[in-house]
């Protein structure tokens, strides 16, 4: 884990406050037709917002709960030809850079104002405290290592990857060994063993899609599990199709992951996902040679090869 | 709205003695209910041997009991191709067995009262779906009284309580009243005759069913109006819904855009809910056989009114956000007299967004 | 019979039997006429391959061989050009890649590496192909059936 993980709800604030301003001007010229950022919603949860006014602008928040990884509502404005701002972390750059390399919406029509970070909450976690020690939490940014975004724990892109503007100065980067822990725990297992326990995890899934849906790796115009014709996803929410569904899946996005955990985060069910993803960005990583494979690059691991890529182990 | 139904039988089931009585129950009946899977509680067929592992400390399930009466995927025709004698080709369907009497066991007051909410659409009417009769018809509801509202409860913002008994065959009362389950047992209350049958059942007196002692009559009365007193603070907050009338003029309010924009467009809601009912059709099968089910769909998904030929009527996010929350507040209140909505407080806990009943419920009030 | 088991019996595999079923992916212009070359020198080879004509190794999608076991095989193979003789030129070197990892994404989900095969087999290549088609039935074959994945209702 980074060592400089930390909240820090003063500084925050003030980002929060430049963020309005920014925001605000930016409306206010008419340089950006909307802002996507975050207001607040239920109980303090941060939610996506498109602010399409200076006065709107003042809606947005920053503070430690800002989880939610924006970057896919892009996708809901296409229609259109204004520009558009949003506000991004590192991880939020991640998953803006994944949008944007998978070339899903033109940079040109963004306005990207960055924040560097040391630390987001998961608002689970800390909304489900009671209000006194909640309050407390989201005032002096003390609390443990356990109520950090799972991310935030093998983050070592804290800085924005991409930005037309920055609120706050850069923060120190770290690198981080990829390490995959719970990869190497199952690899472990016997392959039959295995089977079992992704098919008994897998029967907890309602096949809800949120997953897929706040995945920025998954933003195909429609998606292929979605079609009647081919059938490739069975309409049955049993077993051997919710298989099919994850592991076809994370094979899709595989290469093409920036590890965010957010998949994990939203099921409602409390499916480990990123067991499957992590896996294949191991092998990709040691098979290809791929340094940060979850920064997002113009060409992804599959989407090329190299002539001395080796042949398909077992096979002649 | 005031409730005081008259029990056709009370019992007395000891906290301990649970275990042995649905493993009874289990003999004859396949048991539903609450149990933690990694952390989280949920609702499904207890395994055999998972009957003293049923939880009923946790509020709800993150998953609703609908289950019990309308399956995520349910088969309902079987076909098969052979040939006969002559080589001539015969086609054959079956109905699939619904399978054993279930019994849904300690499920909150709020998702029985849901049941009765899916009874009304698939059982009156102009049409009676056979499949979920079938099923239904086998099928004995369970609840606990609610020992504490969880945050998100809002069950008396639609009239209902804690110690609710509507739609409920049977209903456990914490034998101290509210509060954690301090007791040792629970007051087994049974309000029509299948729940009585449950009872009385051998099995359940063999399990350790008792009478209730004579003497604790009045005590029992006082516990169950303590769980009927019960408020929760969601609920409390927020007032009685009424708001089906207003929305009859709300339809083109630009309110729909704006909050529908930070929706994912998943089914989490739809899922998790014990009152969305909408299912799709489809087929699977090999070659010369194969079975039609029906699965539940979302009117979140995009795709969901798409419709052969491929026009899809709703292909904007604000158009189903709109719809759900119109289904849920005025159409099913228009064709039924009462909201599609239980106050059961899932959708609060498990939307990645928030966006969620009462949040628009409160936000209708204020347009 | 519980409702969240699934009601109708596991789906009948196609093939009943202790015969293994293999069901290969071959590329139009190598593998494809390699094993007809096979086929036209009346090579002696076991039946138990179902072949699937595709343009191109590439154009295999690794869900086809995740639903071919979905689906009830015991084993997959695909088979493409040789490496710079592609008829796209470049599409087996994605495809070579893809399968890679696929291979190792297979055995983490439980299912024996064993069971799925890359081949790069040339038009000219009956021989080879009549044998990889030999080895690969025998090796499949002593796996016995793969394990299922479930009722697909």
């Known amino acids: 884990m980074p060592k400089n993980l930390a909240v820090d709800p003063k500084k925050m604030k003030e980002t929060e406050t430049a963020l309005r301003a920014e925001a605000g001007k930016l409306l206010g010229e008419g340089a950006v037709t909307a802002f996507l950022g975050h207001e607040e919603g239920w109980d303090g949860l941060p939610v996506p917002f498109f602010a399409a006014t200076a006065d709107e602008a003042k809606r947005l928040v920053w503070n430690p709960l800002v989880a939610f990884n924006l970057a896919k509502h892009l996708l809901d404005r296409l229609d259109g030809e204004g520009k558009l701002g949003i506000v991004v972390n590192g991880c939020g750059s991640l998953a803006l850079n994944r949008i944007l390399k998978d070339r899903r919406f033109p940079r040109e029509r963004l306005h990207v104002v960055g924040v560097p970070c040391t630390g987001v909450l998961d608002p689970d976690k800390v909304l489900a405290l009671p209000d006194a020690e909640r309050k407390e939490v989201l005032q002096s940014g003390k609390v443990g290592a356990e109520f950090f975004l799972k991310r935030c724990g093998w983050c070592d892109a804290p800085n924005p990857v991409v930005y037309d503007s920055l609120i706050g100065d850069k923060v120190p980067e770290e690198a981080v060994p990829p390490l995959y822990p719970r990869v190497a725990e199952l690899e472990a297992m016997k392959a039959e063993e295995r089977l079992a326990y992704f098919q008994g995890l897998y029967e907890k899934c309602i096949r809800c899609f949120a997953c897929r849906n706040v995945c920025p790796a998954c933003n195909c115009r429609e998606c292929s599990l979605d079609q009647w014709d081919p059938l490739w996803l069975g309409r049955a929410a049993v077993p051997s199709e919710q298989l099919m569904y994850h592991f076809i899946r994370a094979f899709d996005v595989a290469g093409r992951c920036i590890r965010c955990g957010e998949c994990e985060r939203v099921c409602s069910v409390g499916v480990p996902l990123m067991e499957l993803n992590d896996k294949l960005m191991k092998d990709i990583t040691e098979l290809f040679g791929v340094q940060r494979p979850h920064v997002p690059a113009d060409i992804e691991p599959l989407g090329q090869f190299d002539m001395g890529d080796p042949d398909v182990e077992g096979s002649h | 709205m005031a409730e005081s139904p008259v029990p056709k039988a009370t019992r007395l089931v000891t906290k301990a003695g649970l275990g042995a009585w649905l493993a009874a129950l289990a003999a004859d009946n396949t048991v539903m209910g609450p149990v933690m899977v990694d952390g989280k509680p949920l609702f499904r067929a207890l395994a055999a041997g998972q009957e003293g592992d049923v939880d009923l400390e946790s509020v709800h399930t993150v998953n609703s009991p609908k289950v019990g009466v309308l399956p995520q995927t349910e088969p309902m025709v079987r076909y098969r191709l052979d040939k006969d004698s002559g080589g001539a080709p015969t086609l054959s369907t079956e109905a699939p067995d619904s399978g054993p009497p279930v019994v849904v066991f300690g499920v909150r007051p709020c998702d029985a009262v849901a049941i009765e909410l899916l009874d009304k659409v698939f059982l009156t009417g102009d049409f009676v779906d056979g499949a979920y009769k079938e099923r239904r018809d086998k099928v004995t509801v369970v609840s606990v009284a609610c020992p504490v509202p969880a945050k998100s409860c809002f069950c008396d913002s639609f009239g209902l309580t804690p110690g609710a008994s509507r739609g409920a065959d049977v209903v456990l009362y914490g034998r101290s009243g509210p509060g954690k389950v301090e007791g040792d047992a629970y007051y087994a209350v049974a309000y029509t005759d299948r729940g009585e049958a449950l009872l009385g059942s051998a099995g359940s007196k063999a399990a350790g069913v008792a009478d209730l002692p004579g003497t604790e009559g009045q005590k029992m009365e006082n516990a169950i109006s303590s769980f009927r007193a019960l408020k929760t603070p969601l609920g409390d907050k927020l007032g009685r819904i009424d708001v089906a009338g207003k929305l009859d003029g709300l339809f083109e309010n630009p309110y729909w855009e704006k909050i529908s924009a930070r929706c994912v467009s998943c089914g989490t809601c739809t899922f998790v809910c014990p009152t969305c009912y909408c299912f799709g059709v489809a087929d699977t099968g090999a070659a010369g056989q194969g079975v039609r089910f029906r699965y539940w769909d979302s009117c979140k998904f995009p795709q969901f009114l798409t419709m052969a030929g491929g026009h899809n009527p709703r292909p904007a996010k604000k158009m189903r956000s709109r719809q759900r929350f119109m289904h849920k507040l005025n159409y099913y209140h228009h064709r039924y007299g009462e909201y599609l909505c239980v106050g059961c407080g899932r959708c609060v806990e498990s939307c990645p967004v928030g966006l969620h009943l009462p949040l628009v419920a409160g936000d209708v009030r204020g347009l | ?153």
């Open chain 3, 1 to 153: 019979m519980t409702v969240n088991e699934p009601v109708m019996a596991e789906s009948e595999p196609v093939a009943v039997g202790r015969e293994p079923l293999i069901v290969g992916f071959l590329c139009n212009w190598c593998s494809y006429a390699g094993a007809d070359s096979a086929g036209t020198g009346r090579m002696v080879q076991p039946t138990n391959v179902r072949i699937i004509r595709v343009p191109c190794s590439g154009r295999v999608n690794p869900r086809f061989i995740l639903r071919a076991f979905q689906r009830g095989a015991d084993g997959v193979l695909v088979s493409g050009c040789h490496p710079n003789d592609c008829h796209y030129s470049t599409g087996n070197f994605f495809a070579r890649r893809r399968l890679m990892v696929l291979k190792r994404y297979l055995e983490y989900l439980g299912i024996d590496p064993a069971r799925f095969e890359a081949h790069w087999v040339s038009a000219s290549e009956g021989q080879k192909w009549a044998e990889v088609v030999r080895s690969m039935s025998e090796r499949v074959k002593a796996l016995g059936p793969a394990p299922k994945f479930g009722s697909l209702v």
